[in-house]
């Protein structure tokens, strides 16, 4: 029964949720990447190699054989798994990068700001308070 109750609290940890959340929109995020490689950046890379699919690049090392299927290298999906991973990769790092330029703006600047009738009143306030 121990066992059950140390495994209920450490799944019902926030640092798991948040793992878990993290991990249903990497893989949301990793489709919407993968659509955009597929969609938008390999077509026209397609029509300036000559039209070519990377995806259906392949060298037949046996021929198909009555019902028995080719044996192929598939090296064009190679490349384009790769491709996808150096797009999801630079997304990532412009992301991240900008979330840290967030941070030390946001660090640089001044807490609290008061607006010039707000510092007057203080400041009669504090004249006030002396007397």
Do not use: C, H, W
């Amino acid at each position: 029964m121990k066992i059950i109750n140390e495994f209920k609290a450490f799944a019902m940890k926030g640092n798991v949720i948040d793992m878990a959340v993290g991990i249903i929109i990497g893989a949301a995020f990793g489709k919407i990447v993968t659509s955009i490689v597929n969609d938008i950046i390999m077509p026209p890379i397609g029509l300036l190699v000559g039209g070519v699919n990377f995806s259906d690049l392949k060298f037949v090392m046996k021929e198909a054989i009555g019902k028995n299927p080719a044996v192929t290298l598939n090296y064009g999906n190679f490349l384009q798994v790769t491709f996808d991973f150096l797009i999801v990769a630079f997304a990532i790092f412009i992301m991240i990068k900008a979330m840290n330029t967030a941070k030390k703006n946001q660090a640089e600047a001044p807490e609290n700001i008061v607006s010039s009738k707000e510092a007057i009143l203080l400041t009669e306030i504090r004249d006030l308070l002396k007397k």
